[in-house]
């Protein structure tokens, strides 16, 4: 077992301290940007009910003036699970709206993370390996280039090209309209059909960052003296590359793979609008759209939320793959 | 007896914004068997360049510009990529520099040392493990090591696994670059004496490269002084000594602590090493020496055997009519 | 004569390599579009009298909206607002990351540890995710509001950079002897180190830039930008929400994101021009 207390401490306490500065945030940045916190959980006007409304300022404390006692309150109803009632989707609370929501962006943001991951680690390799080349060349540009697009402009565009003009994918939503009366089998199949052209925008919209990455990280590994040892050696081209430089350039990227899934998230919030994909950032935009406030706090909390615990993972992985961490 | 490693005339250059540097110009000596051989010089001469342009580890965009590399009677320099990758290391190993980075921080100890064996003899996979433990044991490592990372061991330990590493393939021919520069001086000694030990028990050659003249004078057999990418001297340890030739090499001497004897002032060499762009005319020493004549400006000295056929220098005040030359020096002194 | 070769000169070594001018050349001519915008547009800022889903032609050059606006115009009068809000965001960040890098990498112990741990816990959150909370709750979203928001929230990164660039400083000598003439801290660390790593300041300041744009479609596709002005975000967010895809309105998907791949491909081409000089005059004063 490489893993030792202290760093498991520090991470998990690294996390835990995460979540409630993101929490506070979500309590204090709407009540610093003049919004009535009344009216932003409990209107009666939005809610239709009065009762209902007085029932949820007295949950979050808002008939009381002390912002001590409301913070204290809100934190309470934070660790039931309670983030108040949509305005849009009354009665539903808001975790349950988000609720059915979130696997839809996490399933896509994830796979999509670690596809844009792998694939822009085997480019930026074989980049760095032939540095100079027309490959590397053109790579870079091409990075460059999707560094500086917006992830929905290319959604738009994906539609417009692979759905639209040539017809190889539904034009939005996440499952068919007969969702319901479907096997097992065609749900799945349907799932996975309407997934593919989200998946494919993330990855691409995502790829420059980790092709520039880990060329630059296997440029300077193959500066290192083990490089030249490892040619000395006589070992094969193919094991220097991977065992040696990828594996090495590979390392110091893997915090970045977690920070770019906050990247991509923020992403998949402006793509699930192009493709109506009913994930968090299509609940997102309706709630803007809707001055929902208790939603648009919800899935900022559980956005949060997720990156937190997907950096947690990766922060517990990284041991495993990096013999100098856990002991250093 | 042939002598195992030949080199001549062999030249590296590489380009730069300002034109072509000539790193290593036509260089030639040769290495017998058994044999330690020195090359000396201030950092930037082109020592290190001639030992990566021998086993043809020059990082781009140096290269090798000519001349040739002969090992045990093969051409090096004409050989395929793959043909040279089955000679690597299986005649032709190498030590280098930084105790720090010549080992890959991922891989355990063990990894390391059986993928040079595995990637010259593909079949030893049963035996490679045992093969480990003895280099371990070679170089007085305890073999419960094999299973460490590279950072869990001291510098010191680090380049005995490299060195153990050099030998697991019983080259011919050990190439060292500045070896224990970055270790302590009593982890070097030990370091040292482990590698002599081992030279002696393994009688395999060694190019043993370094700065530090002193050391290289205990070592070494036979010693090459480079200066400006250029060889100005070679000759057996002991006359360089005693008797260096060239105003260089009395240069380099005089700037350490004798190792016996006497005290004497210690003094340096004045100005700087030239620009290999535009090296001058003639010798490249002759704006640094004391003992500069007209024929320095002009006329480029060559590497010529001397009265006693030992050692050679590439010196005016060595030329044909040296007796004159000396009287004359000696007159002026 | 001498005047002119001498500020060709200055601009040959502000902007160095084939690579920068090219992005010279592409921020000027979007710098004159955003000054000149309402001299160049062919028609005036939201006139919706022509006929709604024309194709480009003589008159309408990238055709016209479902709403019946020449989009050429839209995005003239566009650009002015995603060039002042990526410029302006862009050195309010700017000035932030460097105050707040130079601060924790010059002062190191406890004040460098507890601001590298703030940036690391932000780091974390999604930054559009806290954009949106912040300009969603303002009662009311303006320019100034964007351009605020968007540059007090993207300086984490840009912190980091400056905070290890500024250790590297810190071990030099001139740091050194301003220590020991007895400056204070505050004189080494914006007058001594500040001029020094000019070149990463400024290769940073257009990436946050070109972030600061890329933020602000963002915000903008969202609804969260201003209702009543125009930006190339808002562009694409009218041409996704009224399905021009469906209506073949290529004209309309295409200029804003093309603009804004533009716009930031020139930032980036001067930054990378002028990381990679610096970094090549430190490799030679390494060697």
Same mark, same amino acid.
């Given at each position: 077992?490489?893993?030792?207390?202290?760093?498991?401490?520090?991470?998990?306490?690294?996390?835990?301290?995460?979540?409630?500065?993101?929490?506070?945030?979500?309590?204090?940045?709407?009540?610093?940007?003049?919004?009535?916190?009344?009216?932003?959980?409990?209107?009666?006007?939005?809610?239709?009910?009065?009762?209902?409304?007085?029932?949820?300022?007295?949950?979050?404390?808002?008939?009381?003036?002390?912002?001590?006692?409301?913070?204290?309150?809100?934190?309470?109803?934070?660790?039931?699970?309670?983030?108040?009632?949509?305005?849009?989707?009354?009665?539903?609370?808001?975790?349950?709206?988000?609720?059915?929501?979130?696997?839809?962006?996490?399933?896509?943001?994830?796979?999509?993370?670690?596809?844009?991951?792998?694939?822009?680690?085997?480019?930026? $390799?074989?980049?760095?390996?032939?540095?100079?080349?027309?490959?590397?060349?053109?790579?870079?540009?091409?990075?460059?280039?999707?560094?500086?697009?917006?992830?929905?402009?290319?959604?738009?565009?994906? $539609?417009?090209?692979?759905?639209?003009?040539?017809?190889?994918?539904?034009?939005?939503?996440?499952?068919?309209?007969?969702?319901?009366?479907?096997?097992?089998?065609?749900?799945?199949?349907?799932?996975?059909?309407?997934?593919?052209?989200?998946?494919?925008?993330?990855?691409?919209?995502?790829?420059?960052?980790?092709?520039?990455?880990?060329?630059?990280?296997?440029?300077?590994?193959?500066?290192?003296?083990?490089?030249?040892?490892?040619?000395?050696?006589?070992?094969?081209?193919?094991?220097?590359?991977?065992?040696?430089?990828?594996?090495?350039?590979?390392?110091?990227?893997?915090?970045?793979?977690?920070?770019?899934?906050?990247?991509?998230?923020?992403?998949?919030?402006?793509?699930? $609008?192009?493709?109506?994909?009913?994930?968090?950032?299509?609940?997102?935009?309706?709630?803007?759209?809707?001055?929902?406030?208790?939603?648009?706090?919800?899935?900022?909390?559980? $956005?949060?939320?997720?990156?937190?615990?997907?950096?947690?993972?990766?922060?517990?992985?990284?041991?495993?793959?990096?013999?100098?961490?856990?002991?250093? | 007896?042939?002598?195992?490693?030949? &080199?001549?005339?062999?030249?590296?250059?590489?380009?730069?914004?300002?034109?072509? &540097?000539?790193?290593?110009?036509?260089?030639?000596?040769?290495?017998?068997?058994?044999?330690?051989?020195?090359?000396?010089?201030?950092?930037?001469?082109?020592?290190?360049?001639?030992?990566?342009?021998?086993?043809?580890?020059?990082?781009?965009?140096?290269?090798?510009?000519?001349?040739?590399?002969?090992?045990?009677?093969?051409?090096?320099?004409?050989?395929?990529?793959?043909?040279?990758?089955?000679?690597?290391?299986?005649?032709?190993?190498?030590?280098?520099?930084?105790?720090?980075?010549?080992?890959?921080? &991922?891989?355990?100890?063990?990894?390391?040392?059986?993928?040079?064996?595995?990637?010259?003899?593909?079949?030893?996979?049963?035996?490679?493990?045992?093969?480990?433990?003895?280099?371990?044991?070679?170089?007085?490592?305890?073999?419960?090591?094999?299973?460490?990372?590279?950072?869990?061991?001291?510098?010191?330990?680090?380049?005995?696994?490299?060195?153990?590493?050099?030998?697991?393939?019983?080259?011919?021919?050990?190439?060292?670059?500045?070896?224990?520069?970055?270790?302590?001086?009593?982890?070097?000694?030990?370091?040292?004496?482990?590698?002599?030990?081992?030279?002696?028990?393994?009688?395999?050659?060694?190019?043993?490269?370094?700065?530090?003249?002193?050391?290289?004078?205990?070592?070494?057999?036979?010693?090459?002084?480079?200066?400006?990418?250029?060889?100005?001297?070679?000759?057996?340890?002991?006359?360089?000594?005693?008797?260096?030739?060239?105003?260089?090499?009395?240069?380099?001497?005089?700037?350490?602590?004798?190792?016996?004897?006497?005290?004497?002032?210690?003094?340096?060499?004045?100005?700087?090493?030239?620009?290999?762009?535009?090296?001058?005319?003639?010798?490249?020493?002759?704006?640094?020496?004391?003992?500069?004549?007209?024929?320095?400006?002009?006329?480029?000295?060559?590497?010529?055997?001397?009265?006693?056929?030992?050692?050679? &220098?590439?010196?005016?005040?060595?030329?044909?009519?040296?007796?004159?030359?000396?009287?004359?020096?000696?007159?002026?002194? | 004569?001498?005047?002119?070769?001498?500020?060709?000169?200055?601009?040959?070594?502000?902007?160095?390599?084939?690579?920068?001018?090219?992005?010279?050349?592409?921020?000027?001519?979007?710098?004159?579009?955003?000054?000149?915008?309402?001299?160049?547009?062919?028609?005036?800022?939201?006139?919706?009298?022509?006929?709604?889903?024309?194709?480009?032609?003589?008159?309408?050059?990238?055709?016209?909206?479902?709403?019946?606006?020449?989009?050429?115009?839209?995005?003239?009068?566009?650009?002015?607002?995603?060039?002042?809000?990526?410029?302006?965001?862009?050195?309010?960040?700017?000035?932030?990351?460097?105050?707040?890098?130079?601060?924790?990498?010059?002062?190191?112990?406890?004040?460098?540890?507890?601001?590298?741990?703030?940036?690391?816990?932000?780091?974390?959150?999604?930054?559009?995710?806290?954009?949106?909370?912040?300009?969603?709750?303002?009662?009311?979203?303006?320019?100034?509001?964007?351009?605020?928001?968007?540059?007090?929230?993207?300086?984490?990164?840009?912190?980091?950079?400056?905070?290890?660039?500024?250790?590297?400083?810190?071990?030099?000598?001139?740091?050194?002897?301003?220590?020991?003439?007895?400056?204070?801290?505050?004189?080494?660390?914006?007058?001594?180190?500040?001029?020094?790593?000019?070149?990463?300041?400024?290769?940073?300041?257009?990436?946050?830039?070109?972030?600061?744009?890329?933020?602000?479609?963002?915000?903008?596709?969202?609804?969260?930008?201003?209702?009543?002005?125009?930006?190339?975000?808002?562009?694409?967010?009218?041409?996704?929400?009224?399905?021009?895809?469906?209506?073949?309105?290529?004209?309309?998907?295409?200029?804003?994101?093309?603009?804004?791949?533009?716009?930031?491909?020139?930032?980036?081409?001067?930054?990378?021009?002028?990381?990679?000089?610096?970094?090549?005059?430190?490799?030679?004063?390494?060697?």
């Amino acid at each position: 077992m490489r893993y030792n207390s202290v760093y498991l401490l520090n991470r998990i306490g690294f996390s835990l301290v995460t979540l409630f500065v993101a929490a506070t945030l979500n309590f204090l940045l709407p009540r610093l940007m003049g919004g009535d916190p009344a009216s932003a959980l409990a209107s009666d006007k939005a809610l239709g009910s009065q009762q209902v409304a007085d029932a949820l300022k007295a949950q979050f404390g808002l008939d009381n003036p002390s912002l001590l006692y409301q913070y204290g309150q809100y934190l309470k109803q934070l660790l039931h699970g309670n983030l108040g009632i949509s305005y849009a989707n009354y009665p539903s609370p808001v975790i349950d709206v988000i609720g059915k929501a979130l696997p839809w962006t996490l399933g896509t943001v994830l796979t999509a993370t670690l596809l844009s991951y792998l694939v822009g680690w085997l480019i930026g $390799i074989r980049g760095a390996w032939k540095s100079g080349s027309f490959f590397d060349q053109s790579t870079l540009f091409s990075a460059f280039f999707l560094n500086s697009v917006p992830f929905f402009w290319i959604a738009i565009i994906f $539609i417009m090209i692979f759905s639209f003009y040539l017809g190889w994918f539904p034009l939005g939503q996440a499952v068919d309209p007969t969702y319901g009366a479907m096997s097992a089998m065609e749900k799945v199949r349907s799932v996975l059909y309407h997934a593919i052209l989200p998946v494919f925008t993330l990855i691409i919209a995502s790829l420059a960052g980790h092709i520039l990455v880990l060329r630059n990280n296997l440029m300077r590994v193959l500066s290192e003296d083990y490089m030249l040892l490892a040619k000395a050696k006589g070992l094969k081209a193919s094991r220097r590359k991977y065992a040696y430089g990828a594996r090495n350039a590979l390392l110091p990227s893997f915090t970045g793979l977690m920070t770019s899934l906050g990247h991509v998230i923020g992403g998949a919030i402006t793509t699930e $609008i192009v493709f109506s994909y009913p994930g968090v950032g299509l609940v997102t935009f309706n709630a803007i759209l809707n001055h929902d406030y208790p939603l648009i706090q919800g899935a900022f909390l559980c $956005i949060a939320v997720s990156v937190i615990v997907c950096n947690l993972i990766a922060d517990l992985l990284y041991p495993l793959i990096d013999p100098r961490v856990a002991l250093g | 007896m042939s002598a195992l490693l030949e &080199v001549r005339e062999l030249s590296v250059e590489y380009p730069s914004a300002r034109g072509v &540097v000539k790193a290593v110009d036509r260089i030639s000596f040769t290495i017998g068997r058994g044999e330690i051989f020195g090359l000396a010089g201030e950092s930037g001469c082109g020592k290190s360049t001639t030992a990566f342009g021998i086993c043809r580890l020059l990082r781009p965009p140096a290269r090798l510009a000519g001349g040739s590399v002969r090992l045990d009677g093969v051409e090096l320099t004409a050989l395929p990529e793959d043909e040279f990758d089955k000679l690597r290391w299986a005649k032709l190993s190498i030590v280098l520099q930084s105790a720090m980075n010549n080992l890959n921080p &991922v891989m355990t100890i063990r990894k390391q040392l059986t993928d040079a064996i595995l990637a010259h003899e593909p079949d030893a996979a049963s035996a490679a493990d045992a093969r480990a433990a003895e280099l371990m044991k070679l170089v007085d490592l305890p073999a419960d090591r094999l299973n460490s990372y590279p950072h869990e061991l001291s510098g010191g330990m680090r380049q005995r696994v490299v060195i153990a590493m050099a030998m697991a393939l019983k080259p011919s021919l050990v190439i060292m670059d500045e070896p224990t520069t970055a270790l302590d001086v009593v982890v070097q000694h030990g370091i040292i004496r482990k590698m002599m030990e081992l030279q002696r028990r393994f009688g395999f050659s060694i190019l043993f490269i370094t700065h530090d003249l002193p050391l290289m004078l205990q070592m070494c057999d036979r010693i090459g002084i480079m200066y400006a990418g250029k060889l100005v001297e070679t000759a057996p340890a002991s006359r360089i000594l005693k008797e260096p030739k060239h105003p260089y090499t009395q240069g380099l001497l005089d700037s350490f602590p004798a190792l016996s004897g006497e005290k004497r002032r210690l003094t340096g060499i004045p100005g700087h090493p030239p620009d290999l762009i535009r090296p001058p005319a003639g010798c490249r020493f002759q704006p640094r020496c004391r003992r500069a004549m007209p024929p320095c400006l002009s006329v480029e000295p060559a590497l010529l055997p001397d009265r006693d056929g030992l050692g050679k &220098v590439a010196c005016h005040l060595y030329g044909e009519e040296e007796g004159a030359r000396e009287q004359a020096s000696a007159a002026s002194e | 004569m001498t005047i002119l070769r001498r500020a060709a000169g200055a601009i040959r070594t502000a902007f160095p390599g084939a690579k920068g001018m090219i992005g010279l050349a592409i921020l000027l001519a979007f710098t004159a579009i955003a000054l000149l915008g309402s001299l160049l547009a062919p028609y005036p800022k939201n006139y919706i009298e022509f006929e709604p889903w024309l194709a480009p032609s003589m008159h309408h050059w990238l055709g016209t909206d479902s709403y019946g606006q020449d989009v050429l115009s839209q995005m003239i009068y566009g650009t002015r607002t995603s060039f002042w809000v990526g410029v302006i965001a862009g050195l309010i960040t700017t000035v932030i990351g460097v105050a707040v890098g130079i601060i924790s990498g010059f002062k190191g112990g406890w004040v460098e540890e507890a601001l590298m741990r703030v940036v690391d816990l932000l780091l974390i959150i999604p930054t559009l995710a806290l954009m949106i909370i912040l300009a969603s709750f303002l009662p009311s979203m303006g320019v100034t509001s964007t351009i605020l928001i968007i540059g007090c929230l993207s300086w984490l990164y840009m912190a980091r950079s400056i905070r290890s660039q500024t250790m590297a400083e810190r071990q030099s000598g001139y740091v050194e002897a301003a220590r020991m003439v007895g400056m204070k801290d505050t004189e080494i660390m914006f007058r001594e180190i500040l001029p020094n790593i000019v070149p990463v300041i400024l290769a940073n300041l257009v990436l946050v830039t070109t972030q600061a744009v890329l933020a602000e479609a963002g915000l903008s596709f969202l609804g969260l930008g201003d209702p009543t002005n125009v930006s190339w975000g808002t562009i694409l967010a009218l041409a996704n929400a009224n399905n021009a895809v469906l209506f073949h309105a290529w004209w309309w998907i295409l200029p804003p994101g093309l603009a804004i791949a533009l716009f930031c491909f020139g930032f980036i081409l001067i930054g990378n021009g002028i990381l990679e000089k610096y970094r090549a005059n430190r490799g030679n004063a390494a060697l």
